[in-house]
């Protein structure tokens, strides 16, 4: 099997049956066996005298191949008692105290599932509005949606995935302003991504600049008036300055809908490329483009004939995960068997791109991407087709509305989905993203660091003879190969990463793929953390232009996890923060900034020094980072061996020391309240040289503390001096008010909170490639 370590080692941790006890007990190998038989079963429903034996060789092939991989919840659920197999799920949220209760309870039935949800609010009455039922007034959309975000952080989904959810307001609601900022806090509603519900009439509002209605869910009555172009900025400047809301042109998505006669579409999944009926869900999969190109004599090519073998099979596959799968409720199996929705997309596109010398950001990329998809979307449907005469048409399959085509199986075949987790276990880039990075520097366990370079590109400079370690460095310090005294003009062009490329090409792009995927595609428009909100502007109306159904940016750095009172926000404009004459001061800086008196943590450095030890612990082993820089310890890290242990407790731990000590508290008072903590396990095991894991961490921090006070810790990287670190003084409060911040420090939300390597915005949501952590909202 063409698998890389590190995603046996994301597919040991995340995705392999375990027992009581948290031990594997089966393979990577025996994962894909599981599988493929489960969904090969589905043959024996349509055909007595079906082959199911060779359908699962033939599945099993294409999923170890690395040709085709289906979503992170069948690979997880199929085979296994809860086999639910799905990743998108929409639920409706109706306009009464019951109705709104019973989509929690459903949602939170989904996500121990391991799916995620979407949900549209805008059936809601806005805030103030009366409750006739009881006289009081309704509290609005916002607020409810912070109890379904409660719930959400209440279920981890078993501890495979975490649960996400896509909340979306039609533009046209009483309450949109406060549902378009209502995130400028970014820790507030973290389980959500957000998206404004666009028309086409809003839209045609923002071009002429008038005023449109704001109406009422409940009665349809006008209740006000807005200017379009205020609304659309305000819009812009939360995007700008968190990443949400994205929108989505609702109108494309219903003039698209395959089943008109079943409802409106209201809401996607929570990456946006999903647009699902209440009650409806649907299942993803992934072809991987580099498994598809062919060795010509004048270079890499794409493999026309094993792509479309490969799109067969995979619409094969994933109707037949339809009618295996185990739904959480009887809603859902029931609208899903009606329409019979699949998403077969992409991924490994940027990297298909690097084969074949074709620059991301060219006319001849985006050409690339059309032709790519155009084939995808056809043989996907001949697919359809064929599986429709053999087994039926989907139930609710209307002639009129598909005019001339032959009966389908699926009322949809083809979208576009990030593909964070699959393509780390394909070993590709994600999705249709340019890639991300072509090094980075690789935490091993036992304090090694190396760094991990871009096959393709390694390859590329080893044949010209210009591969070195030192090249790699500066590629890991510079984030992209532009600018690189050395590395000639064609390689430069050719392998740009996300940040060189324009937002402008970015947005055809996706264009190209819309125009050949029945659904949405889910697409990131990047931007560095200089952009202005002209430039968000620019992308929004370009992707209105293009006709594309939805659209998601990211500006570099926008995003923090250590966030400052930022205040309300009015006519689309953050209010500076003000200082409290009666609030408490910091004890380190004296400041009396808002949040200053409970004494936020000081943000994260870029880089940082530390080292790494293995703890032998009751349940296996330990490893213990401690990173320290020029102002003392700022972080602790914990990961535990395969053996198992109890990775949730353990990091909690980690992170609550890392906010304290950064928030300026004595590692020593952190040492002493750890210290000695006693867990069964560790008690029980002969040579445990340890009473349980927090007392782990507490002598890992005091060996720092003790080499600091001895003057043999190293100086930290980037310090400018040579003596060690006063690790054992409490940090100084440092947080910068937001429009203090440096670059540096603009970019802290880039961390992965499990491994602490830097993570990737696609589509509303982060992963992490080092580990397969991801996380929505």
């Known amino acids: 099997m063409p698998i890389s370590e590190n995603a046996k080692a994301v597919l040991e941790k995340r995705y392999l049956i375990r027992d009581e006890n948290g031990q594997p007990t089966e393979t990577v190998d025996g994962l894909f066996h599981r599988v493929a038989d489960a969904i090969a079963q589905a043959d024996a429903v349509f055909d007595a005298g079906a082959d199911v034996a060779a359908t699962a060789q033939s599945f099993y092939e294409m999923m170890t191949g690395l040709e085709f991989l289906p979503n992170s919840p069948t690979l997880m659920n199929a085979g296994r008692p809860l086999g639910q197999l799905s990743a998108c799920f929409v639920l409706p949220v109706g306009d009464s105290m019951e109705e709104i209760f019973d989509a929690i309870k459903n949602a939170a039935l989904i996500h121990k599932s391991g799916g995620g949800t979407g949900f549209s609010f805008s059936r809601l009455r806005s805030r103030g509005s009366t409750v006739n039922s009881t006289g009081g007034v309704a509290s609005g959309p916002i607020s409810f949606m912070k109890v ?26 009483p309450d949109i302003m406060d549902f378009i900022t209502c995130k400028n806090d970014t820790r507030e509603i973290t389980n959500f991504n957000l998206s404004v519900g666009i028309t086409e009439a809003f839209m045609q509002a923002v071009e002429q600049n008038t005023d449109y209605p704001l109406v009422d869910p409940a009665s349809r009555q006008i209740t006000g008036r807005l200017s379009a172009r205020k609304v659309f900025e305000a819009i812009i400047q939360s995007a700008w300055q968190t990443g949400e809301p994205g929108i989505i042109f609702l109108d494309r998505l219903n003039r698209d809908n395959p089943v008109p006669s079943l409802g409106e579409i209201e809401s996607t999944n929570p990456c946006g490329e999903q647009p699902l009926l209440p009650y409806e869900a649907c299942n993803l999969g992934s072809i991987n483009l580099v498994r598809h190109l062919k060795k010509t004599d004048s270079g890499w090519a ?21 009618e295996v799968n185990k739904y959480p409720l009887p809603e859902i ?34 050409e690339m991407g059309r032709t790519v998809m155009e084939l995808v979307e056809s043989v996907g449907h001949q697919a359809s087709q064929a599986l429709a005469a053999q087994r039926g048409a989907f139930p609710c399959f209307d002639q009129s509305v598909f005019r001339d085509a032959a009966p389908l199986r699926n009322a949809t075949v083809t979208t576009i989905a990030p593909t964070g987790t699959l393509s780390i276990i394909a070993g590709v880039s994600s999705g249709v993203e340019p890639v991300f990075a072509y090094a980075y520097i690789r935490n091993v366990m036992d304090n090694t660091h190396l760094i991990e370079a871009n096959g393709i590109l390694k390859d590329v400079l080893v044949s010209r003879g210009l591969y070195s370690e030192a090249l790699m460095q500066q590629i890991v310090e510079q984030g992209s190969l532009a600018h690189i005294a050395g590395i000639p003009e064609d390689i430069r062009r050719v392998f ?30 990047n931007f560095p953390n200089s952009a ?74 870029e880089i940082t020094t530390g080292f790494t030890e293995k703890v032998k612990i009751g349940c296996g082993n330990l490893y213990i980072t401690v990173n320290y820089d020029e102002n003392g310890i700022c972080e602790v890290f914990t990961n535990t061996g395969r053996a198992g242990g109890c990775p949730s407790q353990s990091e909690a731990t980690a992170r609550l020391v890392s906010v304290g000590i950064r928030a300026g508290m004595d590692p020593k008072e952190i040492i002493q309240q750890l210290k000695g903590i ?12 340890v009473t349980s894991c927090p007392d782990a961490i507490a002598k890992a921090l005091e060996k720092v503390q003790k080499a600091a006070s001895n003057g043999t810790l190293p100086a930290p990287i980037g310090s400018v001096t040579t003596t060690a670190p006063a690790v054992s003084t409490a940090s100084a409060c440092k947080a910068p008010v937001m ?39």
């Open 148 to 173: 379904f975000n409660a719930a959400t952080e209440a279920v981890k989904q078993g501890g495979t995935r975490r649960g996400a959810n896509m909340g979306i307001l039609r533009v046209d609601h």
């Open 302 to 322: 794409l493999d026309r004939d094993k792509l479309s073998d490969t799109v067969r099979k995979a619409v094969h596959f994933l109707d037949n995960v339809i």
């Open 333 to 366: 199996d029931q609208m899903t068997r009606s329409t019979r929705k699949i998403g077969l997309g992409v991924m490994g596109f940027a990297d298909m791109l690097l084969y074949l010398g074709i620059p991301y950001n060219s006319e001849a990329g985006v």
């Open 496 to 525: 740009v990463c996300a940040h060189d490329v324009s937002p402008v090409w970015h947005v055809k792009m996706q264009a190209a793929f819309q125009t050949y995927t029945d659904n949405a595609v889910s697409k990131t428009v």
């Open 532 to 605: 202005t909100q002209d430039d968000v502007r620019e992308v929004y109306e370009l992707a209105y232009r293009l006709g594309c159904k939805g659209t998601t940016i990211y500006r570099d750095g926008s995003r923090q996890e250590q966030v400052l009172n930022i205040g309300k926000v009015n006519d689309g404009r953050a209010a500076q923060p003000q200082p409290q004459e009666d609030s408490p001061l910091c004890d380190a800086c004296q400041s009396n900034q808002p949040g200053y008196g409970t004494i936020l943590p000081r943000p994260r450095p």
């Open 678 to 689: 006693r867990c069964p396990s560790c008690l029980r095991q002969p040579g445990v040289p």
């Open 739 to 777: 429009a203090d911040m440096t670059p540096a420090q603009a970019k802290l939300a880039k961390f992965c909170p499990e491994c602490g390597s830097r993570l990737e915005h696609e589509g509303g949501c982060v992963t992490c490639r080092e580990c397969g952590y991801s996380k929505c909202g």
